[in-house]
């Protein structure tokens, strides 16, 4: 569709687009879905509402013309060559996600790369102010946007601005390492609402306030107190975000699916048990330690293909990152070895793919799958999990799940493993191999309940509603006492009219 000059009351601002954009060698386009939990949850939030999303549509240069995609109206950023090295290779993915992460990697500090941060983030509070309506409610996303919500501000101060952390939010201890600390702080203050994966989350950004800024804060409230001495409170509270739960069944529930999932099972061999990863191909989510945990128990000879096999999928991810390279060969590495060393020829040990899959092919294989390992270090939630879970109508399957994932704090009757002890994930592994049916039933069915009365829908009424009952700002408030005087005026111009045409109406009836 063309593009449109209308302004909408529900604008997104997200670092992705839901589609990406792809060039081919040979210069044909087409678009994909693009990756990441965020998208997976905010995809079908905005399919239900007529909104718009401001986002980067994943190609260096010019950006596609505005859009319309079902119900959503896509405005493409545009990053330069530069701006995807330095703010979103660089200053997003090497600065901020390792320290959020609690530094699993190093975390590199360039002051150019904060530059380009700043000016990235002006360019999306530019376009949000554009295509937001009088009054509108604007929801921004996650750390590559934090400066997001005061610029915004700055630029419309009639708006209503929420933003919402997809990942942790470290201790102010690993925080305050960062040069742009303050700034940072201060961005995320613009918002009158913050929502958070955990309640530790919000707690750990009221404490950054608090301590590095000597803002005043109560509770989950922060007040912040502009130069020119006017205030606001803006509030921090932890709501997890899920999946779209019934969407996710029905289609694990449709023949193809089932019919797949057994092919699948066949084609791996017909093991008696086949364990799953699912992930993007990054150091956050415990890949290492898995593997090493699942090569230790071959060794030991706990367990031995072809009765037992392991399927990786690895989204590829930030590729040009070197700790993302790093790490990519670190795996490749061990998944040769460990089939070079224990699968006998026909029978692989572990069956690595290093791409994504469509969505019907991801739900049979988390119905074709006996045990489901979610190891993560660090993870603002894990959606993979709400997922597994989800597919799973038949109650059947296990879930292996990190302490250290958002997830937990849901899903804590699952198989809960701490993967940096490597004995105790072995031992949870078996656990969850040996665990009578019966029990695991019992257990899918308690993790179910759960992701079914907390799924994506009540994750964006329980925001909104959050950020729709945030306290008006002085400024909003002054252009609401405008917006009331003027109606006041036109009702009362509305009864002169009427006590008029009354009084007409009398001398009229008087004369006849
Ligand atoms: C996580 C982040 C998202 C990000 C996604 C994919 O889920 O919270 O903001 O979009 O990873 O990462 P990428 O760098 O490919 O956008």
Redesign the pocket.
């Known amino acids: 569709m063309p593009a449109t000059h209308h302004q909408y009351d529900l604008v997104i601002a ?3 687009l839901p589609v990406d954009r792809v060039v081919a060698a040979d210069g044909s386009v087409s678009w994909g879905r ?6 997976t949850a905010m995809d079908s939030v905005m399919r239900e509402r007529d909104g718009a999303w401001v986002g980067w549509a994943g190609e260096v240069g010019q950006a596609p013309e505005p859009f319309t995609e079902g119900t959503i109206h896509l405005r493409p950023v545009p990053l330069s060559a530069e701006e995807v090295r330095d703010y ?1 290779e660089g200053f997003s ?1 090497d600065t901020l996600w390792p320290i959020y992460h609690d530094v699993i990697v190093q975390a590199s500090f360039h002051r150019d790369w904060w530059r380009s941060y700043e000016r990235v983030n002006q360019r999306f509070a530019e376009a949000v102010a554009e295509v937001a309506a009088p009054g509108a409610t604007v929801w921004v ?4 946007l934090q400066l997001v919500p005061r610029m915004v501000r700055q630029l419309r101060p009639d708006v209503r601005i929420g933003w919402f952390d ?2 942790p939010f470290p201790p102010v201890e690993l925080f305050a390492q960062l040069p742009w600390r303050r700034a940072l702080l201060e961005g995320l203050l613009g918002a009158d609402f913050l929502g958070f994966q955990r309640v530790a989350d919000a707690r750990n950004f009221v404490r950054a306030c608090r301590q590095l800024l000597r803002a005043p804060t109560r509770k989950d409230t922060v007040t912040v107190t502009a130069p020119d001495g006017s205030s606001h409170t803006a509030r921090a509270s932890a709501i997890p975000i899920s999946i779209d739960f019934q969407g996710l069944e029905s289609l694990a529930k449709t023949p193809e699916v089932a019919s797949r999932a057994a092919e699948l099972r066949e084609q791996l061999g017909s093991p008696k048990v086949l364990m799953l990863g699912v992930d ?1 191909l990054d150091y956050t989510k415990g890949i290492r330690h898995r593997l090493k945990a699942y090569e230790e128990l071959l060794r030991d000879g706990a367990i031995a293909p072809p009765d037992v096999t392991f399927v990786q999928v690895a989204t590829p ?2 590729e040009r990152v070197d700790s993302y390279r790093e790490l990519r060969s670190q795996v490749e590495h061990t998944v040769g070895r460990i089939n070079g060393e224990y699968a006998p020829i026909g029978s692989p040990a572990v069956y690595y793919q290093h791409h994504s899959y469509p969505q019907d092919e991801m739900a049979a294989l988390y119905l074709a799958a006996d045990v489901m390992l979610v190891t993560p270090l660090r993870d ?1 939630m894990n959606l993979v999990a709400k997922e597994y879970v989800t597919a799973r109508h038949d109650l059947g399957g296990a879930l292996v799940l990190s302490e250290f994932t958002g997830a937990y704090h849901e899903l804590h009757q699952a198989f809960v493993c701490n993967p940096h002890d490597i004995e105790g994930l072995k031992q949870t592994i078996l656990k969850a191999i040996h665990t009578p049916d019966k029990d695991k039933v019992r257990i899918m069915r308690a993790l179910r309940r759960r992701v079914s009365d907390h799924d994506v829908a009540r994750w964006a009424a329980r925001f909104l509603d959050a950020l729709a009952s945030a306290p008006a700002r002085p400024e909003r408030q002054e252009q609401q006492d405008r917006v009331d005087e003027a109606s006041r005026t036109a009702r009362h111009a509305g009864e002169d009219l009427k006590e008029r045409e009354d009084r007409h109406r009398r001398l009229s009836e008087r004369r006849r």
């Open positions: 997200a670092n992705r693009s990756p990441g939990g965020l998208v979103y993915n996303h996650d750390y590559q997809h990942i993007r991810s930030r603002g």
